[in-house]
């Protein structure tokens, strides 16, 4: 069984460019949630989506979005990039529409870098 | 809302040795606790879970935790540390009702083997 699948792996953007991420879910997982992990915030929760509607989202700017499809793959988009977004973003799924019980599995995450 | 305070930062322990690291926890709920491991360059795993069943929890790679409610602590135990155990543990908890917050990582802790 694949695990959680996050592409690309790595980026780089300049300043005030947006960008998107990929997240696929285990198969018959429905819910995703986003996670951003710096060094200086360490992990912090970005949003949850569960069959297409978005379930929680975590204190980030509106410039942080995302969005689920029907096939539960999920995509987050940062729009005006500042230094401060270079980042891991990390996506976890899970069966119900909350990680709460469950904790969720993890993909590898994608590193993004903002110069 | 809720919260985690792992007490320390860095653990130094040598091959063989006992390994613990200490975790406290603040919910308004019945929560949801969880450890997660980070090695180099890759994902979250997940070691183990507490979700209001037995309060000793074992889990893969002979890690366990006790969940005690009186010092709301989640601590994390293994009898004797292997070399490959060496990564960044996260405790994590969460409200198991799927509240607004996602999951709540602490800063976590860099464990470091000793030959």
């Known amino acids: 069984k694949a695990g959680v699948t996050q592409t690309p792996r790595y980026l780089i953007k300049t300043r005030g460019q947006q960008v998107t991420l990929s997240c696929s879910p285990i198969?018959?997982?429905?819910?995703v949630s986003w996670y951003q992990q710096t060094p200086g915030q360490g992990l912090q929760f970005l949003f949850e989506?569960?069959?297409?509607?978005?379930?929680n989202k975590g204190n980030f700017p509106g410039r942080f979005s995302g969005r689920q499809f029907s096939n539960s793959r999920s995509e987050m988009n940062v729009s005006t990039l500042e230094l401060g977004d270079s980042a891991l973003y990390l996506c976890?799924?899970?069966?119900?529409?909350?990680?709460?019980?469950?904790?969720?599995?993890f993909g590898q995450g994608t590193r993004l870098t903002v110069v | 809302a809720q919260s985690v305070t792992q007490l320390d930062s860095h653990v130094s322990v040598s091959e063989g040795t006992p390994v613990l690291l200490r975790c406290n926890y603040s919910?308004?709920?019945?929560?949801?606790l969880f450890w997660y491991v980070q090695h180099p360059n890759k994902g979250l795993q997940l070691l183990l879970k507490?979700?209001?069943?037995?309060?000793l929890v074992k889990g893969i790679n002979g890690f366990e935790a006790e969940f005690k409610k009186s010092e709301t602590s989640f601590h994390l135990t293994k009898p004797s540390a292997h070399m490959s155990d060496a990564a960044e543990y996260f405790c994590?908890?969460?409200?198991?009702?799927?509240?607004?917050?996602?999951?709540?990582f602490g800063k976590g802790t860099h464990l470091i083997i000793q030959p």
């Open positions: 989506y569960f069959s297409e509607t978005q379930r």
């Open positions: 976890a799924s899970s069966w119900n529409p909350s990680t709460g019980a469950e904790g969720g599995f």
């Open positions: 919910s308004s709920y019945s929560p949801s």
């Open positions: 198969s018959g997982h429905r819910s």
């Open positions: 507490y979700t209001s069943a037995a309060t």
């Open positions: 994590v908890v969460s409200d198991p009702g799927g509240g607004a917050d996602g999951l709540t």
